[in-house]
């Protein structure tokens, strides 16, 4: 670990921002400095680092107010374009999941396709029912409704931007197909989903900067983090840089579905697995210290992972090995003496985009830093889901 020593605060770098002297660079350029000129310098000259990913991120969905209609209905179920809802809230809020589909499991359209029609500005069918009470007397509406009908549409994501991901292969005899892609047999490919070196959470390892409060690029607009991501688990096998070894940090982030653009929100179909929604999330790091500033400077030959067989039941157990961004970017790795192709679900140039965009914001005034309000819990381990009596979970 690098010996701390401020460099420069918050407030300082908003101040810079505010009145548009501050040295912003993106990932990709400060570790091309860092490598030409020294950490210390580097450090020295440049205020902010921004990241970006661009990715496949299941564990989304958006927060949705009809408003009321004439009379009033209390809705029990939502569909919009035939896609079920979820509406266990408010009489007419309904929660809108990326991967529902509907009830035909068609899954070339699904919750994550009516999303990026919405940001689109297209129009949707929606249909509810209900069961009728004195103050919500109406029973079934149908109706026509967009993002300018909507009172409020809240991109509200779960677990978005892993710190790091696994990367999959199958070693038996038939294709599978997985939520990380169509996987040949007998190790015939492997696939994997990070933007590595320029990856956010890559560049914070130790969650230093990013926490609750944290304002970051999301979806083409400004958004937050909200909380700790679901399966959020810190406590995984970590590089001396701080780097994690396996799936560890996510993030739940929440901003206005309003603003956003498809240029950052696109639907997907994973065939034979089903819909999910491609995010773009990016993140400024500021460099506060000599510390913060190592950290940025990693690059993907010393970032690892593990590959894991996905035909195993077990795989989440049993690494076949450990791989670093380098080897995967490279094309080929090797798995049991074989050379196989590897290719990524995360798109390198929109994580590139993303950092530009937020980089352009910064430095234009548009978009301040915001220190976490606080910070996430590191030593709670993230636990699997055993079967167990009753008795087993007191």
Not at 294 to 307: E, Q
Not at 382 to 390: A, I, M, N, Q
């Amino acid at each position: 670990m690098v010996e701390e020593k401020q460099l420069r605060t918050y407030a300082e770098i908003n101040r810079k921002i505010e009145s548009k002297t501050v040295s912003v660079m993106t990932a990709e350029e400060f570790k091309a400095k860092v490598a030409g000129e020294g950490l210390a310098k580097a450090a020295k000259d440049v205020d902010v680092v921004t990241t970006g990913t661009f990715g496949a991120m299941c564990s989304s969905g958006v927060m949705l107010n009809f408003g009321h209609s004439d009379p009033p209905i209390k809705m029990q179920k939502v569909w919009l374009d035939d896609i079920p809802s979820y509406t266990g809230l408010a009489a007419v809020d309904a929660y809108l999941g990326a991967t529902e589909l509907d009830e035909t499991l068609n899954m070339f359209h699904g919750g994550a396709h009516v999303i990026e029609d919405l940001v689109r500005g297209k129009a949707v069918k929606l249909r509810a029912i209900a069961y009728g009470t004195d103050c919500y007397p109406k029973r079934e509406i149908e109706s026509w409704v967009s993002i300018k009908t909507l009172n409020q549409a809240v991109l509200f994501n779960p677990r978005n931007c892993y710190q790091n991901y696994a990367v999959a292969t199958n070693g038996c005899s038939r294709v599978i197909y997985t939520y990380m892609g169509k996987l040949l047999p007998d190790y015939g490919n492997a696939t994997y989903c990070s933007a590595g070196e320029i990856s956010p959470l890559l560049n914070d390892p130790l969650f230093r900067t990013v926490g609750i409060g944290t304002r970051i690029f999301l979806g083409g607009a400004q958004g937050y983090v909200a909380w700790e991501g679901t399966q959020f688990n810190a406590k995984v096998p970590r590089s001396p840089n701080g780097t994690p070894r396996r799936s560890a940090g996510t993030l739940a982030v929440i901003g206005d579905l309003k603003k956003m653009s498809a240029d950052y929100l696109r639907a997907l179909t994973m065939y034979k697995y089903g819909t999910s929604l491609s995010v773009g999330i990016g993140i400024p790091i500021p460099l506060l210290d000599l510390e913060m500033a190592k950290y940025c400077s990693v690059r993907d030959a010393d970032i690892y992972t593990a590959v894991f067989d996905y035909s195993e039941q077990k795989r989440a157990r049993t690494p076949l090995r450990e791989v670093n961004y380098s080897e995967l970017k490279s094309g080929e790795i090797a798995i049991k003496g074989k050379k196989v192709p590897t290719s990524s679900l995360s798109s390198m140039y929109k994580a590139r985009q993303i950092s530009n965009e937020l980089k352009k914001w910064i430095s234009k005034g548009q978009f301040l830093l915001q220190e976490p309000i606080e910070k996430f819990d590191l030593e709670r381990e993230f636990k699997p889901l055993d079967v167990r009596t009753k008795e087993g979970c007191k």
